[in-house]
């Protein structure tokens, strides 16, 4: 089973800082990477999402940092608000065969106000 | 409004009893998914269909059927539960398989197997 392997399980960050997920992954050949966002008792919802030929990509306060040669990819959430706290999840896709997303086991942000 | 549905949202049942969660979508989508979240787990899927009347098992299918007789619909059976099935479930879909399209989720089902 290729695992994506997903830190911290849980982040708490003052209102303004800046909170970070990482994600690493065991395998190269997966060509998409997402982030998604889910409110308790919500589905997640895809947030922000790069492809393997990007190293950055940035929509508002949420910036994807991604390290093909490291096999690392993060989430920078800049100027943290309280409504940010939530579930993350991140992901890879693969194209081999049927397309699959795998997940990673998700980190709990708590923006304090 | 482009959206997925599930019901029930929230479930109690006991051992053995034969249950049934459905999924419908109305954005036309070709492919739907079964994922089940478990703390510390993350989502892992169940089941998948790429269109009508095909399905195949993701990578926790025991215990669990699926069906794709219409397009809208995928529902997950629960031929005899048991409590290690206890999670919360997400159906999902998408429109094929394309690098970049969007997977929509349901608002989840809380199942708890008694």
């Known amino acids: 089973q290729q695992q994506v392997k997903q830190s911290p399980q849980s982040l708490i960050v003052q209102k303004g800082g800046i909170s970070i997920i990482n994600c690493a992954y065991e395998?190269?050949?997966?060509?998409?990477f997402p982030w998604y966002q889910q409110f308790p008792g919500k589905g997640p919802a895809l947030l922000i999402a790069i492809r393997p030929d990007v190293s950055e990509k940035k929509e508002g306060r949420f910036t994807i940092s991604f390290n093909k040669s490291a096999k690392q990819f993060s989430l920078h959430i800049m100027d943290s608000q309280p409504g940010d706290s939530a579930t993350y999840f991140c992901a890879v896709l693969t194209t081999s065969g049927t397309y699959k997303y795998i997940f990673g086991t998700g980190t709990r942000l708590k923006v304090l106000a | 409004e482009a959206q997925v549905t599930q019901n029930p949202r929230y479930l109690i049942t006991v051992t053995g009893k034969k249950l049934t969660v459905t999924c419908s979508q109305n954005m036309n989508h070709e492919y739907m998914s079964w994922y089940r979240q478990d703390p510390g787990l993350g989502l892992r899927q169940i089941y998948y269909s790429m269109n009508v009347e095909v399905t195949d098992k993701g990578d926790v299918p025991e215990g669990y059927k699926v069906s794709r007789k219409e397009k809208r619909n995928f529902p997950l059976i629960l031929e005899s539960p048991s409590p290690n099935q206890t999670s919360l479930y997400f159906c999902a879909s998408r429109l094929a398989d394309i690098v970049g399209d969007t997977q929509y989720f349901g608002p989840g089902t809380r199942l708890t197997v008694l």
């Open positions: 395998n190269t050949a997966f060509d998409y």
